[in-house]
């Protein structure tokens, strides 16, 4: 009996004293350590959507409205689309669930996931609905290879998957360091800035009464991002309690820079997209926006705004309040969860 406490004792301390970046495979639910993470995983069943649920073909007749400049944007956007979730997928299972040692952290990860593999069928589906030739939908998922703008984005990714590919382990001070640097930049570059230019697009069309299909889809998947993002960032802010070490000058200029090639990258996106003028949307607008969005990333992560921008894209501010009054007035009976709470897309784009 007394060589029993002692054990239980030892597992107790040894409980209390690991941490989220400690190497292992913690199985331990209860007692729970990192419940917030928990009640993300819980959040994100709510919002469960599927495909299925969003018709694509309404918007066939506004592709035939398209001036060719809008027709070249809507085609770079769908390209980006095709890879740009299975890129993210890609790092999560290769990177986050392994060293994210908590099980309430890994149920999030297995629902992101999932998440992500409808975003994929969500672009799959609009590419088949969009790009009825097949060649041309084979270009389309070739973008990361024969499109620069794109490629470089996922040069970008790639180089920042490749950066802890090959550590089994978080072992040391300079291990840790660069899985945070990871998971910072999907969470705030590619996640936060990436895709959040992609929806700017996508809500500008919708602005104008185009593509009514694609932004519905949209909603969800800007929910679910957000999540993605926020589950992220509740990661870093954990590690920074437990290891405040990590957080220093040396970090904060890392993600700086990482920031900057972020935005230099979604930039020349943005004159890829619009260089053949856009009526309503033009390069420079995209570039502060972007601007805004990396300041209020920097922000989120404790630092200091990059570039003092502002958003000048008004269509952002009032689409929250246009989707969010027509999101639940279209096919409610259709929706697999009930979704309880309140709904909000009042993200500071």
């Not at 990192?34 to 007749?61: G, Q, S």
Request: aromatic share 12%.
């Amino acid at each position: 009996m007394t060589i029993d406490q002692t054990t239980t004792t030892v597992a107790t301390d040894h409980t209390e004293t690991r941490m989220l970046l400690d190497p292992g495979m913690n199985l331990t639910l209860r007692p729970m350590r990192y419940p917030h993470f928990y009640e993300r995983y819980r959040d994100a069943i709510k919002n469960t959507w599927t495909v299925e649920e969003v018709d694509l073909h309404t918007d066939l007749k506004d592709l035939q409205r398209l001036t060719d400049a809008e027709r070249h944007l809507v085609g770079r956007l769908v390209a980006f689309f095709a890879t740009g979730d299975t890129i993210v997928a890609n790092n999560l299972v290769l990177n986050l669930y392994q060293h994210i040692n908590s099980p309430e952290g890994r149920l999030y990860l297995s629902r992101q996931l999932f998440e992500e593999a409808v975003h994929v069928q969500f672009y799959l589906t609009l590419l088949d609905t969009y790009v009825p030739d097949e060649e041309q939908r084979r270009e389309a998922f070739a973008a990361v290879d024969n499109i620069a703008s794109i490629k470089d984005k996922a040069d970008f990714c790639f180089r920042w998957i490749d950066s802890v590919f090959d550590l089994d382990k978080l072992e040391t001070r300079d291990h840790r360091r660069a899985f945070l640097l990871n998971v910072i930049c999907f969470a705030a570059c590619i996640e936060g800035l990436f895709f959040y230019g992609a929806f700017a697009y996508v809500y500008f069309l919708r602005s104008r009464g185009l593509l009514n299909g694609l932004a519905s889809g949209t909603n969800w998947v800007f929910r679910d991002e957000s999540m993605h993002m926020a589950f992220a960032f509740d990661v870093v802010e954990t590690v920074r309690r437990e290891e405040p070490d990590l957080f220093d000058d040396e970090l904060a200029a890392q993600v700086r820079a990482m920031m900057r090639d972020a935005v230099d990258a979604e930039a020349q996106f943005a004159q890829d997209l619009l260089g053949g003028g856009v009526a309503g949307l033009s390069v420079a607008d995209m570039r502060t926006y972007l601007e805004s969005v990396a300041d209020r990333r920097l922000e989120q992560l404790g630092l200091e705004p990059e570039y003092g921008s502002t958003n000048p894209l008004a269509f952002m501010e009032l689409q929250d309040v246009q989707e969010l009054s027509n999101f639940f007035e279209r096919r409610v009976s259709a929706y697999q969860v009930g979704v309880s709470g309140s709904v909000a897309f009042n993200e500071e784009f």
